[in-house]
């Protein structure tokens, strides 16, 4: 009988032995130059034998004010090296705030609810079933109270009850699992794009536990999906400033204020992708956090193509022709995402990417540039740098795009369609519940590391690059996919049929 698997031909063998030991000695390459020198001199030295190196020794003329001047610089040096240091951003903990399951919105639901509400508007109903079709998203999802009314109350009472529930949860949770108290946060970041009363969410939080008349409290408005990573990045600077302090950043979207009631398509889409959620996340820069946290901070990197007209109006608050508000959805997004990655992807590659993928990816540069520019341009592996990506759950066409720009596998999308699956679009909390969802799998060591990217309005990509600080143990019995991570990854088709 024939072999079940066929046999690997040798050329392939060699091809694949070849790639490898060039990674190896690429990466490895100043290493095994300083071992080579150190081994030089070390047999050189046995050559020469006691004697000769006593008299190489004395040759020297090592003055005491020499020596003294010697070690003055290296001890300046030292000094600057360690003043000039930047503090290590801790992440101690995060908490998801999970929806109870009363909340959820069917499709069915969904559906029914817009017939009755867009009664004398059929082709908006049918264009928004198309879209739940091919959305992603899954039966379990979440909407507040107020947008399952009918009619929907849109007002600011719903609103502000919507952002109590969703954030006070959300720190309530982190307080339990990291065993903070208020008194000990310094630092106070909240991140809400839409909703922006008076006082502010910030002030809200300041307000419900009593935290310290010193705080240091800001409010991000406006920003889009990416203002987490925007809060991160804030509160990393805040950190490099403030020693021996607590940074806790808030990101939430509030849905209730922005649930789209007219027939624009282009302004109803929203209404299908996004879902309540948000998520408490405990930054510090103590030293003393260092073994309990769960992991540091190595980079964060902010693009902004707000120059560009196209970029800055893609997506877009506005009134409709009959004086609806809601956010426009440009038909040209993917594309002006794309760009903005390739510009982010373009600072953050040499920060990340080992010597091999930075060495090939100029190589193909300097060919096409100078040889034929025809040639397709190299794309780095950067499977080769993190474990693990963590895209923004913005709909399915965003993961599919960047898991082809990539070329990641369908493990390394997982997490994130499956948040889209279970939760939607939670806007700039996704990545957390992508984060939580890799953690309760058990798939999270030390020493791995996480990439988290981001898109908001503006048009922003903003990227950060997280590396685990303890293996983390699996627990179905924790954190927002308590009860149902056994369930997944579950698969659906790309067309879900039958949502009437």
């Not at 990393?236 to 021996?244: E, K, T, Y």
């Not at 769960?294 to 800055?312: E, F, I, P, S």
């Not at 991570?485 to 879900?496: L, M, T």
């Amino acid at each position: 009988m024939p072999p079940i698997f066929p046999e690997p031909s040798n050329s392939f063998i060699k091809l694949k032995h070849v790639k490898l030991g060039y990674q190896y000695l690429a990466n490895h390459f100043l290493t095994i130059i300083l071992i080579l020198v150190t081994l030089s001199f070390l047999l050189e030295a046995v050559w020469l034998g006691p004697d000769e190196l006593l008299c190489l020794w004395r040759s020297l003329h090592l003055e005491p004010m020499y020596l003294l001047c010697t070690s003055l610089l290296v001890i300046l040096v030292a000094t600057v090296r360690f003043m000039s240091k930047t503090q290590t951003v801790f992440l101690i903990d995060y908490a998801c705030y999970k929806p109870p399951v009363t909340y959820r919105v069917p499709f069915s639901m969904f559906i029914e609810h817009s017939r009755l509400i867009l009664k004398d508007n059929p082709r908006s109903i049918e264009f928004q079933a198309r879209m739940l079709e091919r959305s992603g998203l899954g039966e379990e999802t979440c909407l507040p109270r107020a947008i399952r009314c009918l009619p929907p109350k849109t007002n600011m009472e719903e609103a502000r009850a919507e952002a109590v529930l969703v954030i006070f949860s959300s720190m309530d949770s982190l307080f339990e699992k990291t065993g903070l108290k208020p008194k000990d946060i310094n630092i106070l970041i909240v991140n809400c794009s839409l909703f922006c009363p008076t006082p502010s969410l910030s002030a809200m939080v300041i307000n419900k536990y009593k935290l310290r008349q010193d705080i240091k409290s800001f409010n991000l408005s406006g920003m889009g999906c990416s203002a987490g990573l925007i809060s991160i990045n804030l509160a990393r600077d805040l950190l490099q400033v403030h020693a021996n302090s607590n940074a806790v950043v808030v990101s939430t979207e509030i849905i209730t204020p922005n649930f789209y009631r007219g027939s624009e398509r282009a302004m109803l889409l929203p209404n299908c992708l996004f879902r309540m959620g948000g998520a408490a996340i405990l930054l510090s820069n103590r030293r003393s956090n260092q073994s309990r946290a769960k992991y540091r901070l190595l980079h964060l990197v902010r693009t902004h193509n707000g120059a560009v007209d196209k970029a800055y109006r893609c997506v877009y608050e506005e009134q409709d022709m009959e004086g609806k508000a809601g956010i426009n959805l440009s038909k040209d997004l993917m594309e002006i995402a794309g760009e903005a990655l390739k510009s982010n992807i373009t600072t953050i590659g040499p920060l990340v990417l080992p010597a091999s993928e930075q060495l090939l990816f100029l190589v193909m540069l300097i060919r096409r540039k100078f040889f034929n520019p025809e040639w397709k341009p190299y794309i780095p592996d950067f499977k080769q740098a993190v474990e693990h990506f963590c895209i923004h759950a913005g709909g399915r066409a965003v993961i599919d795009q960047l898991q082809k720009n990539l070329r990641l596998s369908a493990e390394h999308v997982e997490a994130s369609r499956m948040t889209l699956h279970k939760f939607g679009n939670t806007s700039s909390s996704s990545l957390w519940y992508e984060m939580s969802y890799i953690e309760s799998k058990g798939q999270m060591r030390k020493g791995h590391r996480v990439w988290q990217i981001a898109f908001g309005s503006g048009f922003k990509c903003n990227s950060a690059i997280w590396k685990c600080n303890r293996s983390i143990e699996a627990r179905a019995d924790d954190g927002p996919w308590k009860d149902c991570i056994n369930r997944y990854p579950v698969h659906f088709p790309e067309i879900v049929s039958n949502i009437d």
